[in-house]
């Protein structure tokens, strides 16, 4: 099947600095997601890409989904302590959706 | 609304043991699944449902039945538990597209299994 591969595995940054996370694969999606995770909660949607080559901002967050469909970038600008958590990218293909393995921020104020 | 629902939150079963776990969603989603998630490998489906009387296995189904008779909830069974099925379980849903697919996720159900 699917194998997404995200990275870095873990982030530890400076308030206030920028961060960049990716995810690539092997197969093509037609969706790109990225989600956050905070500790014993679920994962909720940070921004959705649904076209190759788009690029959407929600806030101080940007991502871009890739021309080769195969692979999806996240970048936080600024960041505060409250980005802190796990990132995970999802790609999705019909009814079937994958996840990276995700990458674990920690900001340091 | 209260989104996704899952109970219970907390699950200690003995390796045979069966059990249940409850998912529900007060949104009227057509579309609803279940993911593992164990640590370092994120997310993997191991069933979904499409609506009311259809069910699908995704990337890990084995060891694992579901059912779905009303569009509200989808429940996951552990037939026979092993340990090797020692997780956090999350049950998600959302409205079907053609291309959409932006999951609600539940709280999560994290089972132990000895």
């Given at each position: ?14 308030e ?29 949607l ?17 991502a ?39 990458t ?6 | ?114």
């Open positions: 099947g699917q194998q997404l591969n995200q990275s870095p595995q873990s982030m530890f940054i400076q206030g600095e920028d961060v960049s996370m990716n995810c690539t694969s092997s197969s093509i999606f037609n969706t790109w997601l990225w989600y956050k995770q905070e500790p014993g909660e679920g994962p909720v940070l921004i959705a890409l649904y076209k190759a080559g788009e690029l959407t901002s929600n806030g101080r967050l940007t871009q989904f890739g021309i080769t469909r195969k692979d999806s970038f996240l970048n936080i600008s600024a960041s505060i302590p409250s980005d802190v958590g796990i990132y995970f990218c999802a790609g999705q293909l019909s009814n079937d959706m994958r996840f990276g393995a995700g674990r921020l920690t900001v340091k104020p | 609304n209260a989104g996704v629902t899952q109970t219970p939150k907390f699950q200690v079963l003995k390796t045979g043991q069966s059990m249940t776990l409850q998912c529900a969603q007060d949104m009227n989603h057509e579309y609803m699944s279940w993911y593992r998630q164990d640590p370092g490998m994120g997310l993997r489906l191991i069933h979904y449902s499409v609506g009311a009387g259809i069910t699908d296995q995704g990337e890990v189904p084995n060891g694992y039945n579901v059912s779905r008779s009303t569009t509200e909830d989808f429940p996951l069974r552990l037939l026979s538990a092993a340990p090797s099925q020692t997780s956090v379980y999350f049950c998600a849903s959302s409205y079907p597209h053609a291309t959409v697919r932006e999951q609600f996720f539940g709280p999560g159900t994290r089972l132990t299994v000895l």
